[in-house]
Every structure is written in C-alpha cells, then in structure tokens.
C-alpha cells in the first residue's frame, strides 16, 4: 500500500538521523545536502545564457539570442539554473519517471543555489492534466515550486490532455498545446512559471499566453535545467 504521509515521515527522520549521502556517488554529503563536495563542483552551472529564453550564449555575445530579438517571446525574461546535462539530467529523470521524491528535493535545493537576478514571486507551476496527475501521482513543478519556499498562486489549470512532448519536434510541440491551458480566477500582474526543464519553450510560452490572456502584464520562467 502506497502511503505518501508514512513515506514523507519516514524520510524525515532519516534525514534527522543518518548523515547526508550524495545521490550521485553515494559518498557522504555535504551541507546537510545529498551531494558531495566533488558532485557539486561538477555541476553544470548554466551561464551566459539568453535573457529572455535562457538558450546558451557565446560567452562574448549580447544579452538576447537573435530569435528573440527577431521575435520577441511571451515571456518576459527566463532563468535556468543549470543545463541538462549529467548529474542533473540522470537526478531529473529519476525524479520525473521513477517517483524519486528525495532526487526532486535536491533539484529544488540546487535550484536556489543559482536563483534569477530578479524577483521571483509569485511562483505558477507548470500544472499537470489531472488525468496524467492520477497516474503519475505526483506533479513534478508543483513539488519543485513548494520547496523552493516562495508564495505561490494555483490559479492556472491544465484544461486539455496533451500527448507527451519529448518526442515531437518543435512545431508539433506547440499545435499540441493549443488551448491546453486557462487561468480561473484573478490573476497577478506579474508572475513566474516554475517547471523541471526547458527544451524548445513551448510549454512555457503556452503557459504564458493563457497568463496574458487573463490580464497578467509580466510572464518570467525560472526553471531547473535548460537543454542546450
């Protein structure tokens, strides 16, 4: 029998009792985190990134991608922390596709190690469809969103399932999320979408044109990981 409060309290007081062990290499961990100092120094920081859809950047180029300055997105600015890569990719896969809650605790943890140069209140996860919420059991940026210790708004909805989005090309990814989002109740001026990774933004910009749509006047993104 599946109990998520017996589960939530028994990893408690492990966390209380037994010594932190890194989720990479199981060495001892450090920080009161489940990473060693050597996992920790191999992360992959993601900088020198586009302001407005945090695609990678040459170190000597301007603020903006040139598709943003060609086309300015929905989204006013966009953070994400690291890019997926190893460790965080093997962390982020654990957690979304494996029910490793422990694996999601530590990206939120590492998420605000590299927090955005602005203020990052209120937060909108990502919401799931309830019908892939019932088999997943969990939402992932629900979870991420909560434990990064902000004030949240619940206010935007999954209205439509959509097919899975990893396997389809960018095009594809953005037909598939047509009207799959809608805002119920009054909504903030200003917001920040919070979800695990970030591939071509389409779920993002959806999110944001729902948001816009409902009368919020700024749309920012701060996510875990970034794929180049």
Same mark, same amino acid.
């Given at each position: 029998?599946?109990?998520?409060?017996?589960?939530?309290?028994?990893?408690?007081? +492990?966390?209380?009792?037994?010594?932190?062990?890194?989720?990479?290499?199981?060495?001892?961990?450090?920080?009161? %985190?489940?990473?060693? +100092?050597?996992?920790?120094?191999?992360?992959?920081?993601?900088?020198?990134?586009?302001? %407005? #859809?945090?695609? *990678?950047?040459?170190? =000597?180029?301007?603020?903006?991608?040139?598709?943003?300055?060609?086309?300015?997105?929905?989204? =006013? +600015?966009?953070?994400?922390?690291?890019?997926?890569? =190893?460790?965080?990719?093997?962390?982020?896969? %654990?957690?979304?596709?494996?029910?490793?809650?422990?694996?999601?605790?530590?990206?939120? $943890?590492?998420?605000?190690?590299?927090?955005?140069?602005?203020?990052?209140?209120?937060?909108? &996860?990502?919401?799931?469809? *309830?019908?892939?919420?019932?088999?997943?059991?969990? =939402? $992932? &940026?629900?979870?991420?969103?909560?434990?990064?210790? /902000?004030?949240?708004?619940?206010?935007?909805?999954?209205?439509? &399932?959509?097919?899975?989005?990893?396997?389809?090309? &960018?095009?594809?990814?953005?037909?598939?999320?047509?009207?799959?989002?809608?805002?119920?109740?009054?909504?903030?001026?200003?917001?920040?979408?919070?979800?695990?990774?970030?591939?071509?933004?389409?779920? /993002?910009?959806?999110?944001?044109?729902?948001?816009?749509?409902?009368?919020?006047?700024?749309? %920012?993104?701060?996510? #875990?990981?970034?794929?180049?």
């Amino acid at each position: 029998m599946h109990i998520p409060g017996l589960l939530t309290l028994a990893s408690r007081l +492990a966390r209380t009792l037994l010594p932190p062990v890194c989720q990479v290499c199981a060495e001892p961990g450090e920080q009161d %985190r489940e990473l060693c +100092a050597a996992c920790c120094l191999a992360l992959p920081w993601h900088t020198d990134a586009c302001a %407005r #859809c945090a695609a *990678p950047l040459p170190d =000597d180029a301007t603020a903006l991608c040139f598709r943003c300055e060609e086309s300015p997105p929905l989204l =006013d +600015a966009a953070w994400a922390g690291f890019r997926y890569e =190893d460790p965080i990719s093997g962390l982020m896969l %654990r957690y979304k596709f494996h029910e490793d809650l422990a694996a999601g605790r530590l990206l939120a $943890q590492l998420m605000v190690l590299s927090p955005p140069p602005w203020d990052a209140v209120p937060l909108v &996860a990502v919401p799931l469809h *309830p019908s892939r919420l019932r088999r997943r059991g969990y =939402d $992932q &940026a629900a979870q991420l969103a909560r434990q990064l210790g /902000l004030p949240c708004w619940q206010g935007l909805h999954r209205v439509r &399932a959509t097919l899975p989005q990893s396997e389809r090309s &960018a095009d594809a990814r953005r037909h598939n999320l047509d009207g799959a989002f809608a805002v119920r109740g009054d909504v903030p001026e200003s917001v920040v979408l919070v979800d695990d990774v970030m591939t071509t933004g389409s779920t /993002l910009h959806a999110c944001a044109e729902a948001l816009r749509n409902a009368g919020c006047q700024d749309v %920012r993104a701060w996510v #875990c990981a970034r794929v180049p």
